[in-house]
């Protein structure tokens, strides 16, 4: 009897989920894709650990606008740089929404500046644009943060004597200081257990989520929520970073002073007693501690990991490192720390950290979208609410737009003058409204501290340069280096 039941429990969701796929079409008309299979969506046609790969591959069957179903949900995948700017760029409100994104929905619930819709995405998007700017985004001030945290790290470097290490908390700690600083107030020692509690969670779960068990927990959340694997730890991490903002909260509603916000999060608390009575409001605790968390997560992984897919290329490739350091040395010198304004003196260096950015290619499927109405697109008829995958991948190993996109190559971002030249097709920070907060912020970071760092140091690998394999170790929200170790040797 009991088996019986069980079968028509089965039969009973099998056939909601063709009622709710062939439903959900019947609203509009999606582009064509891989036929579903019910319940499962196309689990068949999906390879894991590399989905990345595997939606690449039905682009080159289906065209460069498809739709694929995971699970029992349709995603429209956009491939190639003509089709996603079209979408981000031309068309940047209608595909403004932000899709489902279990391992983070189930976390925030649709809040936060990074998951959010609608007015709510819209109001946290214009006050923390406002106060990113207002503690120095993009401007001097910020430069002088990063230019002190350079020299504490460049201590760090000196430290290991030109023997063997792993950069990738050495790296993380002052990256995680430069947005600490302005959410928290100020920098934390680099033996502080609150930082290095806030690198560990954020790189472990990071790579959990670039991992097959970050993959599939996307695709049937319900069910992953049942079994056990290390996916599991994505929400004890999770729920660890919330208690701890949650208590550096608390520390600034004890020593508050409406008058002279310290940060981010004096502001936000600010501004919730400001709207205090009013019922439409946007700005309450649950909200600042979910923003927080948000921007800590997206200010430490990228930048870290960027760095971490430099330093791995410019050991594969030493005449490109010693090519930095000469640009270097004769901008800049060895008596001072390279500043911003250099950047325009040089071009090669500009050059390779924009190559860096696309070879290594951070978050190569983007976070989802979804378009926020009905939607013309290129013939189709994407009905509101639909989500959408953009394929940054696609669009930064376009052979239409770089002359040799599976090869690492500066030459991509420089003219026949050997002068820098940008390319519309370079969009690690995304595009359109949902374009990165921390654009600015991270392409500072990324200019001071590997001019800073070569400026002090050679680079040399523990392995032949032709034996360093570039090769991420995952490849799901993020693209992961593989685990390695590294001298840095002064000059």
């Known amino acids: 009897m009991d088996t019986i039941n069980t079968a028509i429990l089965i039969l009973f969701l099998a056939i909601t989920c063709l009622f709710l796929t062939f439903s959900s079409k019947s609203k509009g008309r999606l582009p064509p894709g891989p036929t579903p299979l019910p319940l499962l969506g196309n689990l068949l046609h999906l390879r894991f650990p590399d989905l ?4 690449t591959k039905l682009s080159k069957k289906y065209g460069s606008v498809y739709t694929v179903h995971l699970g029992s949900r349709p995603v429209v995948v956009l491939s190639g740089y003509h ?17 489902d994104f279990p391992v983070f929905f189930n976390f925030t619930k649709g809040n936060g500046i990074a998951f959010s819709n609608g007015d709510r995405w819209k109001a946290l998007r214009r006050f923390s644009i406002q106060i990113l700017r207002n503690f120095g985004m993009g401007k001097r001030s910020i430069e002088e943060r990063i230019l002190e945290e350079e020299g504490f790290l460049l201590a760090e470097l000196r430290k290991t004597e030109g023997k063997p290490f792993d950069p990738t908390i050495v790296v993380s700690r002052s990256v995680a200081n430069i947005i600490c600083s302005v959410m928290f107030g100020s920098r934390f020692n680099y033996d502080d257990e609150r930082l290095l509690t806030i690198i560990r969670l954020i790189n472990d779960n990071f790579q959990i989520m670039s991992s097959p068990w970050g993959e599939l927990y996307n695709i049937f959340p319900n069910f992953l929520d049942w079994v056990p694997g290390p996916h599991r730890r994505i929400f004890q991490n999770f729920g660890r970073m919330k208690d701890l903002i949650a208590c550096s909260v608390r520390e600034h509603q004890a020593s508050l002073d409406p008058n002279s916000p310290r940060d981010f999060i004096d502001c936000f608390l600010t501004k919730m007693a400001q709207e205090k009575q009013d019922p439409l409001s946007h700005f309450y605790l649950d909200t600042l501690i979910m923003s927080t968390h948000n921007l800590l997560f997206g200010g430490t992984e990228t930048v870290g990991t960027t760095l971490r897919h430099a330093f791995l290329v410019l050991m594969k490739y030493p005449k490109v490192q010693a090519r930095l350091q000469e640009e270097i040395d004769r901008v800049v010198g060895r008596e001072r720390q390279p500043v911003l304004e250099d950047r325009v003196a040089m071009p090669y260096t500009d050059a390779v950290i924009h190559e860096v950015q696309r070879f290594a290619d951070v978050i190569p499927m983007n976070l989802p979208h979804r378009v926020t109405r009905d939607t013309a697109f290129r013939g189709f008829l994407i009905p509101k609410g639909t989500d959408v995958i953009t394929l940054l991948h696609s669009v930064h190993y376009d052979p239409s737009q770089f002359l040799t996109p599976q090869k690492f190559n500066p030459e991509h971002f420089l003219d026949a003058n050997q002068s820098f030249k940008k390319n519309p097709a370079y969009m690690p920070f995304s595009a359109g409204r949902r374009v ?15 001019t800073s760092i070569l400026q002090s140091f050679s680079l040399q690998p523990l392995v032949a340069p032709e034996d360093i394999d570039l090769s991420p170790l995952g490849t799901g929200i993020g693209t992961v280096p593989r685990p390695f170790q590294m001298c840095a040797r002064a000059r």
Do not use: N, W, Y
Not at 436 to 450: D, K, N, T, V
């Open 436 to 450: 990165c907060l921390g654009e600015s912020l991270a392409r500072m970071e990324l200019f001071l501290f590997l």
């Open 52 to 55: 990345l790969t595997s939606l």
């Open 83 to 99: 089709a996603v700017k079209e979408a981000l760029v031309d068309q940047a409100e209608e595909f403004s929404g932000r899709g």
